[in-house]
C-alpha cells in the first residue's frame, strides 16, 4: 500500500484528486482560473465540500470560462443565487464576475495568466520538505506578495491563504509530504 497525504484519504473523491491533480504544475489559463475560482469559494469552508460540487460548479459557471463568465447579468447571478447545487454565496458569485474580468486584463498585459502567476516563482516549482501535516503553512511571505498584487489589480477573495491553497493545487509548490509517493512523481515531472 502507497502513503498518501493524510488530508486526502476521507473519500475517494479526495484521493483521486490528490494522487492526479493536487499539486502537479498547472499551466492552462482555463483550469488556472478554475482553481482560483474554487479557492475562493473554499474560504471559511473545506475542500471537500468544494471538490464534491466541482461538476456543480463547472456547470453552473460555463465551464469557467472567463470572457463567458466577465459577461454575466444580473439575471445570470440571480439564477446562480438560486442554484442550490453551489454554494450560494452572492459575495463569492459576485467576485467570480469581478475575478474573471480582472483575469482578462492580467491576460492581456501578460499574454496569459500563466506568465503572470507563474513568474512570480520564477517559472518553476518550489519545492519543500515537509513530514507532517502540521508542518503546511497555511500561508507564507509570497503568497502575501501574489494576494497583494491580485489585490492592487481589482482581484476579490484572494487573500494569502487562498492564494497559497491556490499555489499548492497547481503546483507552484510541492507540499506532498515527503513520504507520500506523490512527492516524487511531481519532481521527476520538472
Keep these: 500500500m502507497c502513503e498518501r497525504c493524510n488530508w486526502s484519504t476521507s473519500s475517494e473523491r479526495m484521493i483521486k484528486y490528490h494522487d492526479t491533480e493536487w499539486g502537479v504544475p ?12 474554487l479557492e475562493g469559494f473554499q474560504a471559511g469552508l473545506s475542500w471537500q465540500i468544494v471538490l464534491h460540487k466541482r ?22 447571478l440571480e439564477k446562480l443565487l438560486q442554484d442550490k447545487t453551489i454554494i450560494r454565496n452572492k459575495q463569492k458569485i459576485s467576485a467570480c ?41 497555511a500561508k507564507t511571505l509570497l503568497s502575501d506578495q501574489i494576494s497583494d498584487d491580485l489585490k492592487k489589480r481589482g482581484f476579490k477573495f484572494v487573500g494569502s491563504t487562498v492564494v497559497y491553497a491556490h499555489m499548492q493545487a497547481t503546483g507552484m509548490v510541492n507540499d506532498h509530504l515527503t513520504n507520500c509517493f506523490r512527492y516524487q512523481e511531481i519532481i521527476s515531472c520538472y
Design 26 to 37: 498547472l499551466h492552462d489559463d482555463e483550469k488556472l482560473f478554475e482553481f482560483l475560482v
Design 55 to 76: 461538476e456543480d460548479f463547472r456547470r453552473a459557471f460555463d465551464g469557467f470560462v472567463p470572457e463567458t463568465i466577465s459577461a454575466y447579468d444580473e439575471k445570470k
Design 97 to 137: 464576475v469581478n475575478n474573471a474580468l480582472q483575469f482578462i486584463k492580467i491576460q492581456k498585459e501578460f499574454e496569459s495568466f500563466n506568465n503572470y502567476i507563474w513568474s512570480f516563482v520564477n517559472y518553476k516549482p518550489i519545492v519543500n520538505s515537509f513530514s507532517e501535516l502540521n508542518q503546511l503553512p
